[in-house]
């Protein structure tokens, strides 16, 4: 499984990444500038999410090569591709020019599910496959990759792609029909804050109700001495 995920991390960038983008540009008319929207405020907001998450906090690394201090140079391409084919598979069955208030509503839900799921299951076998390691106060209490990965994935990853579903579909209802820079780089900066603000504000409340503690202290001494 392990080398699975060492082919699957190059394999993504260099050609799912292209083939997301024309998949994206294809749904969206042909717009270049709204498919980079929903491809690159992901990618974005998750190197500034892994970098904090990796380098700052030591929470999590990633056990393979090339990596600095245990973050992959590429590694918001490889999450943010996968956002994007999630989102755009999820969206198909919302027509682009279905709008309004019900029509993001539904996509934050769908996507948000799917994406949940999906890195549930991935990250439970790159951590047992030992392609990650998690430096959690679960994994120092004992649990096992899927108890681990379970206390956190599902509000974290699920709150991820509720967001980027949920901008995606502003972005279609919103930019598709209006030229406006204003609103391009609103929609755009408001939905890359809001991929890093939300899953970590609810990781945190959820974390502080569990365990009475914020979950941002790092258990790797602990960990590496078992």
Excluded at 50 to 67: A, D, H, S, Y
Excluded at 91 to 104: E, M, N, Y
Excluded at 206 to 225: D, F, N, P, Q
């Amino acid at each position: 499984m392990n080398r699975f995920y060492q082919i699957y991390q190059f394999v993504v960038p260099v050609l799912v990444f292209p083939f997301v983008y024309w998949l994206w540009l294809g749904r969206l008319g042909g717009d270049h500038a709204v498919t980079a929207l929903v491809i690159f405020v992901p990618v974005i907001a998750y190197y500034i999410f892994v970098i904090i998450g990796i380098v700052r906090l030591q929470l999590w690394e990633m056990n393979t090569w090339p990596t600095i201090r245990g973050l992959r140079p590429h590694h918001g391409f490889v999450i943010g591709t996968a956002t994007g084919l999630f989102a755009y598979l999820s969206l198909r069955l919302i027509p682009v020019d279905q709008t309004g208030v019900g029509s993001v509503l539904t996509a934050a839900f769908i996507v948000g599910s799917v994406f949940g799921f999906w890195n549930w299951w991935y990250e439970t076998y790159a951590i047992k496959s030992g392609f990650i390691s998690i430096y959690t106060k679960r994994i120092a209490d004992g649990a096992s990759a899927e108890e681990a990965v379970t206390d956190y994935a599902p509000v974290l990853f699920g709150s991820m792609g509720a967001v980027h579903g949920a901008m995606v579909k502003t972005a279609e209802s919103l930019l598709l029909t209006e030229h406006s820079s204003a609103l391009y780089w609103g929609i755009g900066l408001t939905g890359g804050v809001a991929l890093i603000a939300v899953p970590t504000i609810l990781y945190l409340a959820v974390h502080r109700i569990r365990y009475g503690e914020s979950g941002l202290t790092s258990y790797k001494h602990e960990i590496k001495r078992k």
